[in-house]
Each structure stands twice: as structure tokens, then as C-alpha cells.
């Protein structure tokens, strides 16, 4: 099963047989980009994932970053982690024909029957109050995952789609159904607002209801999962009161 959707217009792409990380080549080529452009990697030597952990993609995994020049403010640009969950969900039914294994976590992880099969980091520069470029970072686990022991304690389950599916797709083919998904939300963001993608995220919530942990780097919250509110943080009720947390990782 594959993606029939075109390449989105107004989209670019560079395919690059090796490279340290997107997220770099995509800092260093950003002042040069005309419009909004996936680079996509076969290989990466230094991948990056959030709060400074490493990456480790096998070699057949997808590594790519789309960079955009969103004349916004790092807020507003932040919510493309829930557009970029939204079109990662839909590039995954569109070649594997199957939604209801796929489940979004808050805020950046997307997961396959339970583990976790991507991850999205965004990274910014800004030039005042609005960005000067915003990259959207994506890896997909497509063939293998990494193993557990190059995983921090309590992490959750790595993943492949490959594994967990018996789908064998390649990172241009995987490409080839997140553009288009990825242009849509954008195109729903700008035209809309959040609210829509706000939705359309929760309805796809992993643990919605349910007791989770949020840790940030001061403390750590337990309470259930409420829902996350009209500016994207995650909202818990607990024995305190009602949290919204702009940014942790939540365990289960
Ligand atoms: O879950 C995470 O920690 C986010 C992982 C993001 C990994 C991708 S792979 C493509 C892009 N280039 C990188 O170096 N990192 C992101």
C-alpha cells in the first residue's frame, strides 16, 4: 500500500547520501533555501534527538528535516509538533493501509502498538521576534530499531514499522507520503488556526483519561491526562489542581 498524493507545490526536496544531521544541514543551508525544503538523509553519522540525546538510525530508517521560514514567533512555529505528528499518522496508514495501531503522544512521538516508531525535534533560529527558519526534524524507525541498550532507563519501547507491520517501505517512499500529508495540516494550520489540528491530534491521543507522568527539568508531575489546551501544553488534573506543562517527557 503506498501514498497516491503529488508532491505538494510550492515544496522542494534534496536527497543526500550521507550527512552528519538534517538538523545541521538544514542550519547551514536555511539562509540559502528560497521556500520550504525536506532534506532528506540515507545516512546520518551524528543524528540528534531532543534534549541533546543522540539519534541512531540504521541505515534504511527515515532521517529528514523539512525547513521552513514561518514569519511567526517560536510559540505559534512550535505547534507544527502536532501537525508533524498529524501527517506522520497519515503518511503511516497511507503505506501500511492501518490506522488503529498508530497512536500520537504528546508532544513529539509517534507510536506503533504501543512503542515508539518516530520521533519529531524542532530546532530554531531566531532574528527578533520572528524566526528566521524552523526546522521540523522527523525520524522514522522504518526498518529496525534501535537497540534498548542505547536507550535512557525508562524509555519507551523502540519500535519498527517493519517489525510490528511486515511493511517494507523506503525513506523516499516514506517521504513521498509525509509531504503532502505534512502540506495539508500546514495549509489547515494557516487557514484555520490550531483548533482543527487540536482536534484531530486528541482524537488520536495516546492515554487520553488515563494516570501519566510528566517530568521537566524541575519536577515531576503525576495526574491524569485531561487533554492539551489552545496554546499546546499538556494538561493534567492531579491531586493539586489542574496543570498545563509546556514541555516535559511523559512516561506511562
Ligand atoms: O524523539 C526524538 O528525540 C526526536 C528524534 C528526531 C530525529 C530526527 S532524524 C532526522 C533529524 N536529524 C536529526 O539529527 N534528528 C532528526
Known amino acids: 500500500m503506498s501514498s497516491t498524493e503529488a508532491w505538494p507545490a ?15 544541514e538544514a542550519a547551514r543551508r536555511a539562509p540559502t533555501l ?25 541505515s534504511g530508517n527515515f532521517a529528514a528535516t523539512l525547513v521552513m521560514h ?9 505547534l507544527r509538533s502536532f501537525t508533524t505528528a498529524l501527517a ?6 497511507a503505506v501500511t493501509g492501518r490506522a488503529e495501531p498508530f497512536a500520537l503522544k504528546w508532544p513529539n512521538d509517534v507510536l ?13 533560529a531566531s532574528n527578533g521576534p520572528n524566526l528566521s527558519f524552523l526546522s521540523v526534524g522527523v525520524g522514522v524507525n522504518l526498518s529496525a530499531a534501535p537497540e534498548a541498550a542505547q536507550l535512557e532507563p525508562g524509555a519507551l519501547r523502540p519500535v519498527s514499522l517493519l517489525e510490528e507491520t511486515g511493511a517494507r517501505v523506503t525513506p523516499e517512499e516514506f517521504l513521498d507520503a509525509l509531504a503532502p500529508a ?15 489540528i487540536r482536534e484531530a491530534w486528541l482524537a488520536r491521543a495516546a492515554r487520553l ?35 498545563a506543562i509546556p514541555a516535559a517527557d511523559i512516561f506511562f
Open 10 to 24: 510550492g515544496y522542494d526536496r534534496l536527497v543526500l547520501p550521507q550527512v552528519d544531521s538534517t538538523m545541521a
Open 88 to 93: 506522520l499518522f497519515d503518511a503511516f496508514v
Open 112 to 124: 506503533l502498538n504501543g512503542g515508539k516508531v518516530a520521533g519529531i525535534l524542532l530546532e530554531s
Open 70 to 78: 514561518p514569519a511567526e514567533g517560536a510559540s505559534q512555529a512550535a
Open 182 to 196: 505534512f502540506a495539508r495540516h500546514e495549509a489547515r494550520l494557516t487557514t484555520y488556526g490550531f483548533a482543527p
Open 209 to 243: 483519561g488515563e494516570t501519566i507522568t510528566a517530568r521537566t527539568g524541575t519536577e515531576t508531575v503525576t495526574g491524569i491526562f485531561e487533554t492539551v489546551d489552545a496554546t499546546g501544553n499538556i494538561v493534567l488534573a492531579t491531586p493539586a489542581g489542574r496543570r
Open 34 to 58: 528560497a521556500g520550504p525544503t525536506w532534506i532528506l538523509a540515507l545516512e546520518q553519522t551524528a543524528g540528534r534527538g531532543r534534549r541533546g540525546r543522540a539519534w541512531v538510525a540504521p
